[in-house]
């Protein structure tokens, strides 16, 4: 069992800066891909970026250049790290994690979720 939790989430103007944070429990954090994902009004839930168990990372097309995710496996936490915010990346974000060598973007693939953390980008 793995228990996820989100922070860091806010407003923030376009052009800026956040750096969310998804802490995990149990001591096997670092047996798990992790991913991030994110779900606005009305719409699916679609990756966003993800780490591997030993660090290589993928990230969607709509990311690339802006946002780069990090794991620190002493702490099972994971990071989110997202420049130039446009609004359209105004979501809840989710963090993820998969019990398996293989990182992949499909949500049902995930077997645990974080509660979510809302992050607003305003024009």
């Known amino acids: 069992q793995v228990h996820l939790v989100e922070s860091g989430g806010g407003l923030v103007q376009a052009g800026g800066s956040l750096r969310l944070s998804c802490a995990a429990s149990?001591?096997?954090?670092?047996?798990?891909?992790m991913g991030w994902f994110r779900q606005a009004p009305g719409k699916e839930r679609d990756f966003v970026i993800g780490?591997?168990?030993?660090?290589?990372?993928y990230y969607a097309d709509s990311v690339k250049g802006r946002f780069t995710i990090s794991r620190d496996n002493a702490k099972n936490t994971v990071y989110l790290q997202m420049n130039s915010l446009i609004p359209e990346d105004t979501a809840v974000y989710y963090c993820?994690?998969?019990?398996?060598?293989?990182?992949?973007?499909?949500?049902?693939?995930?077997?645990?979720w974080g509660q979510g953390t809302q992050v607003t980008v305003s024009s």
């Open positions: 993820a994690a998969r019990s398996s060598v293989v990182l992949t973007t499909s949500s049902d693939t995930y077997n645990y």
């Open positions: 149990g001591r096997t954090f670092s047996m798990y891909a």
């Open positions: 780490i591997s168990r030993s660090g290589s990372t």
